[in-house]
């Protein structure tokens, strides 16, 4: 029986926290990273790791998982190339990988504004065109997913408290990177997230309760 997760991105700053959740809970994690020192520290740790590249193919890293989660991304200082080859491409063939392989929740950390790329005036309005349809094309897979859309992420430590509501203040668009991993976490472990899109800001909120309230 197939049980982990695979972490598309573990090596990224969500996505490592996520890996050290899992871990720290005792549930299976395959880790997808690219670069071969990352890979090394998550093996020194103990944690089972897939080197690979979203450019090319990675359907190896889904053998043994029945839960994925996409948090991979071009980042701020690449071109709008590589915003096509990752945040729509790759992120597109790993819900074709996970339709392939029979993944049971595929959770999209996808990003604020995707729903609809003009709805602010931004120059990430490529980016956020790119995450449009890489959401899209999970919702109409027919997999079982978790959207998340959370506002510009922040380093700051995580609180566990959190909204779902969007704040009518733009300043209060953001949340700590270590809170949306909580949230990657919960959803993960309670199947009722399932088939929902949400949009994720630092609130007053414990986890558990904003999406009991929800549910
Ligand atoms: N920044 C924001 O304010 C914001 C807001 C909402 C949503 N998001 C989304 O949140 C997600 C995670 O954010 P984050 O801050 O954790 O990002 P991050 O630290 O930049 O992590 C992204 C990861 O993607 C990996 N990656 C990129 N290209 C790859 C490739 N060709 N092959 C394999 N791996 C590749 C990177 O690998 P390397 O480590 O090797 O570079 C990196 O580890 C992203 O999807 C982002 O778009 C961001």
Known sequence: MKTKTL???????????????????????????????????????????????????????FKDCNKVVFTAGSGGSTGYDKTLLIDLWAARKAVDYAIKNNIQHFVMVSGLGAANPDEFVSDIKPYLVAKHFADNYLLDSGLNYTILRPGALINQQGTGLIRISRPA???????????????????????????????????????????????
């Open 7 to 61: 972490i598309i991105g573990a090596g990224g700053q969500i996505g490592k926290i996520v890996v050290d959740l899992l871990q720290e809970d005792k549930k299976p994690v395959v880790a997808l990273v690219r670069n071969e020192n990352k890979a090394q520290e998550l093996v020194k740790l103990g944690v089972e790791t897939v080197l690979a590249d979203l450019e090319g193919g990675f359907e190896h890293a």
């Open 169 to 215: 203040n733009f300043n209060e668009l953001i949340i700590p990177r270590e809170d949306v991993a909580k949230v990657i976490e919960y959803c993960l472990a309670n199947e009722d997230t399932k088939g929902n899109i949400y949009e994720l800001f630092s609130g007053n909120e414990h986890i558990d309760s904003v999406f009991k309230m929800d549910a």
